[in-house]
């Protein structure tokens, strides 16, 4: 069930996004009066799943996901029909048209998929507000990993900006630190500037979760019990850990790790409980666990701040361009030679995989709305990136060739643009058979 929730969402997802995406195509075309042989979701070699032609288009429904397309008359484009094109130009043909009418018919589809972003970006503003957990809250410094260590970071740092800019916000503040360049804190009453090392970004990529590295302390203060074993033992709710085994205890991440570091064996706990210390025998478990959490006494230091329909407008904004410009920015970790960010990149299985299910009391599934049209939301800008650059095959290259013309006065020649064309479509079926392989290379190697 979970999993046919998980390739639904996806599935509603991609749909959306391309059906509007080559929308943005198809409606200029139409206005400035060219031909649109087809307009499909996905793709249809060989075959088509649902095909109905109306008027001087056919409509349909392809069966490899990998997108869509609308064929535009007179057009190098992916389908390589280049029979049309050895006639004389006729009026209702693209190569027919002026620069800048094609130009718009090849920009159309971006500008979608950006104002796409823009527009549920505002409304999960407007709707739900921005939840986010403050840091300037948290009086005690972070909790950093080896991953962090490995970064430059040391225990008691207190970080004040990334790359000379200040960030409140956790998860941002994560991701931002995995991108930058230098990290500012402050460390023993002074403040320390230094690089953020490519090894420990390497060590915090080859994690399940990237941005673990970097946690808020809280007190060891124990909020739920999962385990009756420790619960038996005597520990309650609202106990606060202060030693184990003689050892001073002042975080729970401490008391996490030293439970961690004593599977099976059982640990003499003093506990301060209603103002007096109460020691303790706890069984660990064999995998080093007590069966614990402490993560009610977070929800204080999480906001969320509400916005008026004027003020989603400009966030909204705001949200999109910050998702772009997290999505460039991951490009250098992608083609970094220690970090080696490419080994995380995923298609439709690890997209799949990680789409979120709701979980109701009563353990029935449903989709996450909010993180549905958040996903959506990134990826359609991401969409609108990819599609911009300039290789041939892709929006991008159409745009480079057509301003180029812009420019010279002068059309580049139909050769040149039937080779790039094809030069460019080889190269991303390989992309994609790359995408492809290595999701189900980790998928059978139990990665995924």
Known sequence: MELAIKIFQFILSISILVILHELGHFLPAKYFKTKVEKFYLFFDPYFSLVKKKIGETEYGIGWLPFGGYVKIAGMVDESMDTEQLKQPAQPWEFRAKPAWQRLIIMMGGVTVNFFLAWIIFGCLSYFNGETTFDTAKVDAPMNYTSVAKGMGFQDGDKILKVDGKTQNNLDKLALDVLLSDEVTVLRKGKEVTFP???????????????????????????????????AQAGLKVGDQVVSVDGKKITYYDEFQETVRNNPGKNLKVDVIRAGAVQPLILPVSQEGTLGLASYKQLKKFYETKHFTFGESIGRGFTRSIESLTYQVKQFKLIFNKKVQGYKKVGGPLAIIKNMQVEKAKDGSLSIDWTWFWSFTA???????????????????????FTLYEMIVGKPVPQKILENAQMVGVIFLLGLMLLIFGSDIFKWISGSL
Do not use: C, Q
């Open 196 to 230: 953020t090392n490519d090894d420990g970004k390497a060590m915090a990529f080859s994690d399940e979760n990237p941005k673990a590295f970097l946690t808020p302390r809280m007190p060891a203060i124990i909020d739920s019990i999962y385990n009756p074993k420790t």
């Open 378 to 400: 990134m990826f359609s800008v991401w969409l609108a990136f990819l599609n911009l650059i300039p290789i041939p095959g892709l929006d991008g290259g159409h745009v480079i």
